[in-house]
């Protein structure tokens, strides 16, 4: 039981760490290009991939209406510009 266990956490490590670094990459990609909803869209859905994962690992998840929706503004993504001569 101890082994499994302990195979489960390196597991869940393992994926964490592959989540954080395609979150790098996601975020990467947004500061090259930052009107780009998909590069958001990738980051926010590593961000639930990465939360979902924090659950199974028994972490504290903060609730979501302590979170502000304008978390991506505030980081510098600015949101996508509707063209006026459209």
Known sequence: MEQMTA???A???QLAEAIDGAQRLAWQLGMQ????MEARQLYGQ?????VEL???RGLAVPPMHDIDPNWLQKLG???P???PAV
């Open 46 to 50: 590593l961000e639930a991939a990465r």
């Open 7 to 9: 195979l489960r956490a």
């Open 33 to 36: 290009e930052p009107t780009s």
């Open 81 to 83: 510009q509707s063209d």
């Open 54 to 56: 924090d659950s199974l």
């Open 77 to 79: 993504w600015a949101a």
């Open 11 to 13: 597991w869940l490590a």
